[in-house]
């Protein structure tokens, strides 16, 4: 499990961006060869895009100056982690559930974090959009 939701995110992001940067000029005349002979490749760039958006929106929903006590939140959120974790080997057929709240977990205990990456990851995430959308031209 990630130890910083929102930092992962820009890692991840800003690799795809640098990764982008250096290599458009050589993939769009292979995306371009490649629309005739496999015509999804577009679908791909089109459902790469609108992911990008749904994750831009999410981060801009998120707005943790508005949540009172959030430190005691993020406080209570690693206690729970650190049980659940603990607890999984010994509930091996609860290994989805526990998943699934460690994702929610993760998603809390990253909040008190965003302010400080919120702008960039924004950032990033327009970057890409860019990239790909010159990719489909």
Do not use: C, R, W, Y
């Not at 679908?43 to 929106?57: H, N, S």
């Not at 699934?100 to 008190?112: C, F, M, Y």
Request: proline share 6%; no cysteine.
């Amino acid at each position: 499990m990630p130890a910083n939701l929102f930092e992962d995110i820009k890692k991840a992001l800003g690799d795809f961006k640098s990764f982008l940067d250096t290599n458009v000029p050589v993939i769009k005349p292979a995306i371009t060869a490649l629309k005739s002979i496999v015509p999804q490749i577009i679908e791909l760039l089109d459902k790469l895009i609108d992911l990008m958006g749904k994750l831009k929106a999410e981060i801009q929903k998120l707005n943790p100056n508005l949540v009172p006590g959030l430190d005691k939140v993020a406080t209570f959120t690693s206690s729970v982690k650190t049980l659940l974790e603990t607890s999984k080997n010994l509930l091996p057929d609860q290994a989805g559930t526990i998943d699934d709240v460690l994702g929610v977990v993760n998603v809390v205990s990253s909040l008190p974090s965003l302010d400080a990456v919120k702008a960039e990851i924004i950032s990033l995430i327009d970057a890409i959009v860019g990239h790909l959308n010159s990719l489909k031209n």
